[in-house]
């Protein structure tokens, strides 16, 4: 407990070191949010000077730094210049469509990499050990941009199969309820009016993106797995389980893989901070309307404190995740808990 | 007759050369019932792989061939990974060097062994874990239903190599091989792990091969011995016998070093801590002829020319009785 809690204090300095950073950064780039929000044309000196006031612009950084880190403290992360909502609620409408996206590429990587990079293991050295080694590095290194945009040109294109953007087909008007589209297509007043046909849609516009997305999680959980199974199976005790007359699989199945899995859940974790990042890029290759999508709307705008705000929530989602995997770590280690 | 291992060999295919290295060499020997026989010799002298090749552990990349290798009249060489499955742990177990890392750390002492014993003997769950507190007790381990929940880690070493004992014992085995089951005990806790085995072999009539590097515990514990040296076995007979007259060079030059230990022994000159000089080759450099000559003090010519055979239980064309006779 102490543990967790010493944890918790360090979150602090961190998001701290984030808020600086990201508020020095923005206003380091080129452009002028105020010129963006009246225009170019009809900027009026005493006009803009009005309009910078109000905005708290005119004010030296310094102080422009300290209410913003008031404001924060105070529970209010600000309100977008451009369109007047605060930016809680902006992020709290496209959480959602990341989560969905990046869960289920996570998970189709996981579903995909875990046995992918055992089947490596245990058959080291063979053509597919090879074969699934030389594929993941071409995986991991592949651009998500230029990766997106094959899929495009190929599934979307080409065979015409899957939408090219979007969450959903706006022939459906789904109500919001938890924000995810595998879910909220399930409701009863949506599956009563058009059956399964939306929840069908959204499967269909998630493929692509979500392909996207993962590639490069898949590659590194199944080159993961592959070095971790490979030297748990080196282990005296795995030897010890086969002395036992235990059979192969069960030697895998309960010997190795727990133990192996303990730094590949290091790794999802860290994975998790690059989807997100990464879904800056996919989102704004297939339109999807989420997070990424949304900071980079707000960097073209210049909209400093959507920037700032989301920024610091983003990070403070990175931040509990790799909290929640120091409990999971503390789960399946038996060591910690003593 | 429980184990009959005859010119047994093992190679291992290798990525440097072409030609397989020989690991092990025309090894035979055998075990009755209720025996215990002693294993020493250097690191590299070919005993780990040997008890491997007894369990079908070894890896792909092993050779292993033999003329015989029976257990109960078993070709062990002929059995598929099914039937292995119920020859190791159920007929044939084995206890390591390491206990800490020899078992599981991230499962319970209850979970290894009601693994152990579900897997081989027909009993539910609730049997398997009183069997289990049974063997716990019958290894000496104090309050032994508690010592159940006990991760690895949270056992100290003679601890641990008790519960790989009760682990190995759990199925009665016919056959024990313990592969240097003290070397990583201290010396205290050495000798009540040896009277255990001990026990198993005079009261449950188990056979045991005993490995080790200490020839005083071989000579206080083991009926017969084998000396092995660079894959073969240069050595063997009764223990008694072997530590009082050794025959070859190498069990000669072995028990001299022994601190204090070669007042009987004529033909050694008598210095504080006497060694062998030079080490084990590797594998892949191994001399021609007898393995031992690039130590061996009493080296001539013929030793280098040719495979020395096993006659009358010594690999040695100069064996030490027969040189102090002249």
């Known amino acids: ?338 | 007759m429980l184990l009959n291992v005859e010119n047994l060999n093992i190679h291992f295919k290798s990525d440097k050369s072409s030609t397989p290295i020989h690991a092990v060499r025309d090894l035979s020997f055998k075990i009755n019932k209720g025996e215990m026989l002693g294993v020493v010799g250097e690191s590299g002298s070919g005993k780990s792989i040997t008890n491997l090749a007894l369990l079908g552990l070894l890896p792909d990349s092993a050779l292993v061939t033999a003329k015989n290798l029976d257990f109960e009249g078993k070709k062990l060489l002929s059995l598929n990974e099914l039937e292995w499955c119920q020859v190791r742990g159920r007929e044939i177990a084995m206890i390591f060097q390491d206990p800490m890392t020899a078992l599981n750390p991230f499962l319970t002492v209850e979970f290894q062994i009601v693994e152990t014993i579900k897997a081989h003997l027909n009993l539910s769950n609730k049997e398997a874990i009183n069997k289990a507190i049974e063997l716990l007790n019958f290894v000496g381990i104090p309050s032994p239903k508690d010592r159940l929940k006990a991760y690895p880690f949270e056992l100290s070493g003679g601890m641990a190599q008790r519960v790989m004992i009760a682990m190995a014992i759990s199925t009665d085995p016919k056959l024990l091989i313990a592969d240097e089951p003290t070397t990583a005990l201290d010396v205290t806790i050495q000798k009540q792990i040896l009277n255990l085995l001990k026990v198993l072999q005079e009261k449950n009539n188990m056979s045991i091969i005993l490995v080790t590097h200490d020839l005083g515990v071989v000579g206080e514990y083991s009926d017969r011995l084998q000396v092995m040296y660079a894959g073969e076995v240069v050595e063997e007979g009764f223990t008694t016998e072997i530590l009082k007259n050794p025959n070859h060079p190498y069990t000669e030059a072995l028990l001299a070093s022994r601190p204090g230990a070669s007042a009987h022994l004529k033909r050694i000159p008598k210095t504080l801590l006497p060694s062998i000089s030079g080490i084990v080759p590797a594998f892949h450099q191994r001399p021609l002829g007898c393995q031992f000559h690039p130590r061996c003090s009493y080296k001539t010519h013929e030793c280098e020319q040719s495979i020395i055979e096993l006659k009358d239980f010594v690999r040695c064309i100069h064996p030490c009785n027969q040189l102090s006779l002249k």
């Open chain 1, 1 to 338: 407990m102490k543990y967790f809690l010493k944890k918790l204090l360090d979150l602090i300095p961190t998001l701290f070191g984030i808020s600086l950073v990201c508020f020095i950064l923005i206003r380091l780039i080129p452009g002028d949010p105020v010129l963006n929000l009246i225009g170019e044309r009809g900027a009026d000196p005493a006009r803009y000077l009005e309009m910078k006031k109000a905005l708290g612009l005119d004010l030296p950084i310094y102080q422009q730094f300290w209410f913003y880190l008031k404001n924060t403290l105070q529970g209010d992360i600000g309100t977008s210049i451009i369109s007047n909502n605060t930016v809680w609620s902006e992020f709290i409408e496209r959480f959602p469509a990341t989560m969905e996206l990046g869960f289920i590429a996570l998970l189709g990587a996981t579903a995909l990499g875990l046995p992918l990079g055992m089947i490596a293991a245990i058959k080291r050295n063979s053509f597919f050990d090879y074969f699934l080694m030389s594929t993941s590095l071409i995986g991991y290194s592949m651009p998500i941009f230029w990766w997106g945009l094959i899929l495009i040109l190929f599934f979307s294109v080409k065979l015409g199969i899957t939408p090219v953007s979007g969450r959903i087909d706006f022939l459906f008007d789904i109500p919001h309820y938890t924000g995810f589209y595998l879910i909220d297509t399930l409701q009863s007043s949506v599956v009563k009016e058009n059956g399964f046909a939306p929840l069908l849609s959204a499967l269909k516009h998630l493929l692509l993106p979500s392909i996207a997305l993962g590639t490069i999680p898949l590659a590194v959980i199944a080159r993961m797995t592959r070095s971790s199974m490979l030297e748990v199976l080196g282990e005296d005790y795995i030897r010890t389980a086969r002395a036992k007359g235990m059979n192969k699989y069960r030697v895998i199945a309960i010997h190795a893989l727990r133990n192996a899995l303990i730094p590949i859940i290091t790794t999802l974790a860290l994975l998790f901070g690059s989807i997100i990042t990464g879904a800056i890029l996919t989102e704004t290759i297939f339109s999807w309307p989420g997070i990424g999508k949304w900071i980079v709307a707000s960097i073209t705008a210049r909209d400093y404190p959507v920037i700032q705000g989301g920024v610091l929530i983003i990070s403070f989602v990175i931040v509990l995740t790799n909290m929640l995997v120091d409990i999971i770590y503390y789960v399946l280690n038996p060591k910690m808990r003593s």
